[in-house]
């Protein structure tokens, strides 16, 4: 009788315990605000876990600096980036088949899963600009980023390669399937600086996300690189008449990871396996105009919960855009990076006055 008052209460207590919280790295900003609702807080009202959000850059060397054992159990990643972390042994391998099924994978194409990420949402690098420096003639291709004599005023430019050689390439009349090609030759980089100089003097660096749209909101520049997402907040929100030039924009894809330092590995898995359904992609494209990587998602997409606004004509991934798309090559960018970022710097220091942010 004793023994078995024992194991009841053991059971009790086992069974009463409270889920573990999770931690959660990613973006802040309004990207952030968008998952907390759409993901974040439907998970814990699902499963009893909560989720704690933190901000980091983006970046693998945050993920080396900062999670330790513990501290970070889901990370928001870049392709490119969740490649190079997963070589390193930053990143837990993930069986994409046993974590959502055999018949989930095929609703991904073209967006594989990776050995380390799946595929969350589809972004755009895109330029945008203020309306209000420009009353008349306004830009509305790539080539006029770089043309400061009709749209004098500064830029806001990410402070890496990313993106900006793109566009200098794209900008010269380069063909976006030639782009990547010529970015991987000497010669194609002497171009795409060589463009980047004619601007030199109008930039203002950028390292944080949120920074371009602030900038162009401020009036501090006239035209910003940036992700389509935080450029269409701003708008939606009356902070500044902001608008989004769609010729040029490379078009990428953001995944979820789980750092090898976690110390919840199941409890982060099933996160990753609730933030892939369908029904949270929906919610998270009908707050931010980023697509999902699920087909099935499309057709759940409706109004903004706030503004009323229509979204699916709002993603990136939208067929009716016209202009130029460069779909942003992430084993490319894995692989170059270490050229593309010393090339960049040494370009920088080339004028030690260069404005940073």
Not at 28 to 39: H, I, L, P, R, W
Not at 227 to 247: K, L, Q, S, T, Y
Request: with cysteine; proline share 7%; aromatic share 10%.
């Amino acid at each position: 009788m004793l023994r078995y008052s024992l194991s009841a209460i053991l059971i009790a207590l086992s069974s009463a315990a409270p889920a573990q919280d999770l931690t959660v790295a990613t973006w802040g900003g309004a990207y952030e605000a968008a998952q907390q609702v759409s993901v974040f807080d439907p998970f814990a009202a699902d499963t009893g876990q909560a989720v704690n959000a933190v901000q980091y850059d983006g970046t693998v060397a945050a993920l080396r600096a900062w999670a330790g054992p513990g501290e970070w159990d889901v990370i928001d990643m870049l392709a490119d980036q969740a490649r190079v972390a997963c070589a390193e042994g930053l990143l837990l391998p993930l069986d994409a088949q046993t974590l959502l099924g055999r018949a989930a994978l095929e609703d991904f194409l073209p967006h594989a899963p990776g050995r380390c990420s799946m595929p969350q949402n589809v972004y755009a690098r895109v330029l945008a600009y203020d309306e209000r420096a420009f009353p008349g003639v306004k830009p509305t291709r790539i080539e006029d980023f770089f043309d400061t004599a009709r749209f004098p005023g500064k830029r806001a430019v990410q402070r890496s390669p990313d993106g900006i050689l793109e566009w200098a390439l794209l900008s010269e009349g380069v063909p976006p399937e030639q782009v990547y090609g010529l970015l991987s030759t000497g010669r194609g980089l002497r171009l795409a600086f060589r463009r980047l100089d004619e601007i030199r003097d109008d930039i203002l660096w950028w390292s944080d996300p949120a920074k371009p749209a602030k900038m162009l909101a401020d009036r501090r520049a006239v035209m910003a690189a940036g992700f389509n997402g935080r450029f269409f907040d701003v708008a939606a929100r009356g902070e500044a008449p902001v608008d989004i030039v769609w010729d040029g924009r490379i078009i990428g894809t953001e995944v979820w990871a789980i750092p090898a330092t976690t110390e919840k590995p199941e409890a982060a898995r099933d996160f990753l396996a609730f933030a892939m359904r369908p029904t949270s992609m929906a919610r998270f494209s009908e707050r931010i105009p980023y697509g999902p990587t699920r087909q099935s998602a499309f057709a759940q997409i409706g109004l903004n919960p706030t503004t009323g606004v229509p979204m699916r004509v709002h993603l990136p991934n939208a067929p009716q855009h016209g202009g130029r798309a460069l779909l942003r090559d992430s084993a490319w960018n894995a692989n170059t990076r270490d050229l593309r970022q010393r090339r960049f710097e040494a370009w920088l220091e080339q004028d030690e006055e260069a404005p940073g942010q």
